[in-house]
Every structure is written in C-alpha cells, then in structure tokens.
C-alpha cells in the first residue's frame, strides 16, 4: 500500500510542475516503463532516486514522503 502511495505523489509532484513522464525519466536515466512502474505503485524509488527526483521537481525528498513540518 505504501508504494502505492510514494507513486501517486510523485506522479502528483510531478503533472504540478508540468514535467512529462518521458522528460523525468530521462533526466532519471531509467526507462519510461520503470517510471511508470514506480508511479503505478509496482515498484519501489531508491533513496538515491527519490532524492534526485525531488531535485529535478524543485522539492524536497521529505515532501515526496508525505513528511510535515516538525515531524
């Protein structure tokens, strides 16, 4: 249930800055298909890519995880 959850945010994350699935994928270095897998919640991010993943959208990795203040 959680990978469902870490996809959804960042998909999320992802259609509010206006970045396509391919462009994320590729500054990701991964597959289209790999991304799609981990939005769809079927595949885990390493912590390495949710870090650069919170890069590329301009977040933080805490916001990705669902982390609020003071937590």
Same mark, same amino acid.
Request: hydrophobic content about 35%; cysteine-free; glycine content about 8%.
């Given at each position: 249930?959680?990978?469902? &959850?870490?996809? &959804?945010?960042?998909?999320?994350? &992802? ?5 396509? *699935? ?16 981990? /939005? *769809? ?6 912590? /390495? ?19 609020? /203040?003071?937590?």
């Amino acid at each position: 249930m959680e990978n469902i &959850r870490w996809g &959804r945010r960042i998909r999320s994350f &992802r259609k509010l800055k206006r970045v396509k *699935q391919v462009e994320l994928a590729k500054e990701l270095d991964i597959s289209v298909s790999i991304l799609g897998q981990i /939005e *769809q919640g079927k595949r885990v991010p390493s912590e /390495e890519q949710l870090s650069e993943i919170a890069s590329i959208l301009g977040i933080e990795v805490k916001e990705l995880k669902g982390i609020k /203040e003071g937590e």
